[in-house]
């Protein structure tokens, strides 16, 4: 088909054109081409992936599946064995051999001229790589959770609000109409008064016990994957299950809490500040490598009353996914499109045009791509995330020190508990350094 | 060999007299045996239920055994009276009615009672609908998660190599499934849920059943497993005296994995942190999460954190500790440790394989 086969040449014709030559090397980003910043609504945005894993992939087949929303033109990935297959669908979707590889982050934000970057990495190394893309003045789409310490968001908000780019983080579920719709109806009362949150995320699975060393695999650069985190032996754990261990990640809470945490925020306005009090306590894997809580249980206290239990599934009654409690009755929403409540009528409400109307999105990645080429903001802005996962993190303070945390959600630091306080960064290995903003 | 047996009796007279000290009088505990399908079996559950109790220092033990199976019974009839709470690792002949009239006094005027196994009530014959699975790993759920047995433990946990028994009858009023098990129809199972604990009050009394804990002639993981070990001492004082003042160990078993106590002991401080001084990548974390733990227990109390950071320093300057112990403890003090660890953090710095985590401290501990 003409039409099909038409789309590439589109683009490299736009490029060359505007850029006032007859061939260019490589496609220039349409954003770059002096257009005040605004893309054609019909431009492709140009774009590059770091992290190419089962997250990655996932994201880049979403984005390829867009009707002439996205080319990619550029990926990277420590494991050269996922870059090859990242790059053979990359050009499988562009019908050409051109698709750039590189090892190194650093590499791919210096030479490619790009208008997004789809990131999706352990989150050790979310500070460093968010920040330096958002820093190269990047569009970012960027997986859950924005980061792995407290320290590590607030430099990636900075980064965000002072490039002034387009943001969109990975938590789909705001693209989903009845998590939408369960949102929508707990922020305009329909439940009444929200005095309870209730977050169920999924209880932690089997351990492997304490494997030896062993030989890391050709196809992975060690060193790189790790980073900025402590310099351990490989010990067959990297891709997917890294994110049992600490060092790396937090568990299935801080897996998750970019997800139910945020849709929770969402529906009861509390997606711009964070708790002012947390307590709670974990269970732990007494053995083992993966040291991550299995199970977890904490509750954050709002200034304004409302406060937000977080557990694994099991422990709740309503199992995974939110639950917003109102002095009139609940709202619960999950993922497999489930939306229910006290009183089914609750579900029929109709909101009233002078009532809060929520972003709208029916595509999370054409969300993305929609506000790179208008220049509006994402339906999953940077703040919002950094308060979801802020919540999970906190509790993880408070899990780790036994202690109730009093934080402060406008300084955004941890009230009279310098332990606790040193908990908020986890420092980076030499060479490594978060970037300035 | 004169010397220790001296310092063994001069210890055991000294823990007599620092239990006479205390004044708390200790729960009076009869463990009744004496019968059961293999002797192996409940030879071996009895004696590892007395070191199970006997560990807490809560209980006073004595083990009672009834006559063999087939023989007379009659003269079977024990002052229950005597005590406050009754073990019963027994399944064979039938009580003379006497007896099970006492024992149901001693219940009902308040007395506690632990059955361990027992697939119908005590002295009574086992129904033969009562059938138990093939021995397999398994799950156990905790159901009733603010009853003071299961207050505070995991609500999913692993246990290892044991059976599940099936059709156990449980009636009466007031009978708590505090935590059940799926039966998995792959190892002969029920293909539902059963009941592995379980709390009853009667009359005054109150009744606690463990279907855990059933031992093999082979590695006996069942009655080792720290699950069973925990929920039997925690069960045994509630039975007694209604309360559990015990607290839940760092090692109770969870969904990641399975827990053993091979001599059914807990982790001790001086011997965590001996073994945690030669910790290799590759070996146990077992007293890594002791110490942390112990850490999370302190929290508020300057005193006891300050005890925990002189221990964690020894480990760090005894050149017998190991490198990659040296690196957990760092990480520790990283974000607990005081002034008082730093001329130790410090005098790290110039081993070229602590450099990293010296540096990640100390960035910390600014």
Redesign the interface.
Known sequence: MSGKSSRRDFVRRSAAAAAGIFVVPTIIPSSALGMGGRMAPSDRVVMGAIGTGSQGMSNMNDFLGLKNAVQFVAVCDVDSARLLKAKATVDAANKNTDCRTYGDFRELLEKEKLDGVSLALPDHWHGIIYTETVNHKLNVYGEKPICRTINDGQTIVAAVKKNNIIWQTGCWQRSQAHFRRGAELAINGRAGKIKLIEVGLPDGGRGIGTPPAMEVPPELNWEMWLGPAPKVPYRGVAHWNWRWILDYSGGQLTDWAGHHIDIGNWGAGLEYTGPVEISGTGVYPPEGIYNAPVEYDFTCKYENGIEIRVANASRLKMGMGTTWYGDLGWIHTDRGNRLTSSDPKILEEVIGENEIHLYKSDDHWQNFVDSVRTGTPAIAPIEPAYRAISVALLGEIAMTTGETIRWDPVKEEIIGNPRASRLLSRPYRKPWELPTV | MKKRYISIILAAMLVAMMAACTGTEKIKTLIITGQGKDNFVWMTRTQAAQQILDETGLFATNILMSPPQGQDMSQFNPDFSKYDLLVIDYEGDAWPKKTTASYMDFVNKGGGVVMLNSKSDPGTPVPSTVTVSKRHDFEV?TRI?NHPVTN?L???W?HPKDVIVHGTPLAGEDVQILASAFSDTTFAGSGKPEPVLVARNLGQGRIFMTMLGTPDLDENQASQC?GFIVTLQRGAEWAATGKVTQAVP????????T?LRPDYTGVESDEAFEKLGSYE??????YL?WL??Q??????NEEALLNLEKKMVEVLTNPASTIEAK?LIL?EL???GTDYCMPAVKGLGSVPELE??V??TL???K
Not at chain 2, 251 to 257: E, K, L, R, S, Y
Not at chain 2, 281 to 286: D, E, K, R, V, Y
Not at chain 2, 295 to 300: E, L, P, V
Request: net charge positive; proline share 5%; charged share 25%.
């Open positions: 759920r998660g505070g995991p609500v999913r692993l720290a760092f090692d109770f078993p969870t969904a990641a994995g827990v990548i590759g070996s146990s974390t077992l999460t942390q733990s850490i999370r227990k302190a929290s508020g690196k990480n990283s974000w607990m990293d985590a540096d990640f960035k910390r501990l």
